[in-house]
């Protein structure tokens, strides 16, 4: 049997890692967020006091690091450093910054590349990042762009830390989105684009429901369910 593969891209905050959890227990494929392996990286790198942004010493940090990737008992992916669960630590405010520099780094992006294609070789996924459908499963059954207006997902966000208890607000929430947009599509190597044969799915209008659906059906025009 040949695993199949969902591969979605999209900016920050378009609703990619629900959507594609939930995707992913609706046709019991595996999730794989790769944000998470990037965020674990650039965790490593502030951890030994390193500047994220700085190849000369990100790069000889990549050699010693011990990265793994779990599933708790409730299915959800975990990231573990050195053996230490840090599956909340790297969803800290500060660590998203990060992440998008050391992902611009080319050396980082080929240290993680092999991993994260190995994992297609044992399980049918459906994996979410920025370069997914373009550079790490170009040959993916079923690729999609997931994105949204800056503005609807600027709100997701606040929101989301409003439920939180976190104080937030729109502005500055705005500002962090299209700074993030703007490292993750100028960057010169995998840079989040959509890829040529991918479909393109705008969930500013649509709640939760809406875009799953509309997910569903994207995904099945490529594979028989
Ligand atoms: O999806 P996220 O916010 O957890 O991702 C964190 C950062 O990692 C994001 O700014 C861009 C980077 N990233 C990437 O470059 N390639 C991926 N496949 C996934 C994430």
Redesign the pocket.
Known sequence: MRFKSVAI?GP?GAG??TLARQLAQRLGYLYV???????TV?LAALRAGVDPADPAQVVPLLGGLDIQMGYGDDGVQRMYLAGEDVSGAIREHRI?GA??KV??IPEV?AFLLDY?RGLTDSHSIVM?????GTV?LPGADVKVFLTAAPEARARRRLLELEQRGQEADFETILQDIRE?DR??ETRPV?P?RQAEDAMLLDTTQLNLEQSLEGLLSLVKEKIAL
Do not use: F, H
């Open positions: 891209d920050a990619k890692s967020d790769t944000g998470a392996i990037y965020r650039a998203s992440a998008s992902s611009a992006r994260q979410d990042g920025r370069d997914i790490v993030r490292q993750d995998a989040l």
